[in-house]
């Protein structure tokens, strides 16, 4: 009977102290809960409903990026056509797939895959599958 009697009061005081809203340091700014530092000027309080206005830096109006650079269009050389030396005819080159040098030149790398293509399209009339690479790579 005696803890029913200790804790219905324990409740009843821990009540009111739940009732009370929690209070800020300071009443004047509801913003700033860190005291200002002295000889400071008071700032302007903003309005609740509107966030502050942005202002944009001087730098930044006047310093203006410059008008994009269109890239040079890419060059698409087709190499002139290659012998086959066992069989003696001429395969024509394909155009290259993917340049993907400086201003779209072909690299060794951008060849090799050239090559390699030719040779599996061609097939049996590039004649030695490494000659035939081999001459087109060193082309």
């Known amino acids: ?3 029913r009697v200790v804790t219905v009061l324990l409740i009843a005081m821990a009540m009111p102290n ?4 929690a209070r800020a340091q300071s009443l004047d700014d509801p913003y700033n809960i860190i005291a200002p530092e002295p000889g400071r000027r008071p700032q302007p ?6 966030p502050p206005k942005y202002e944009t830096p001087r730098s930044e109006r006047l310093n203006r990026a410059p008008p994009p650079e ?3 269009a890419p060059r ?10 066992e069989t003696g005819r001429v395969l ?16 060794g790398q951008d060849r090799a895959m050239r090559c390699a293509h ?3 399209a061609y097939g049996a009339d590039a004649g030695n599958p490494a000659a035939y690479l081999g001459s087109c790579v060193n082309q």
């Open 45 to 50: 309080k903003p309005e609740p409903w509107l």
């Open 92 to 107: 024509p080159n394909m155009r290259t797939l993917s340049p993907s040098g400086p201003n779209g030149t072909e690299t």
């Open 118 to 120: 030719q040779l599996g």
């Open 18 to 21: 739940l009732a009370l809203p």
């Open 70 to 72: 269109l890239p040079a």
């Open 1 to 3: 009977m005696q803890r």
């Open 76 to 85: 698409v050389d087709v190499p002139p056509a290659i012998m086959v030396p």
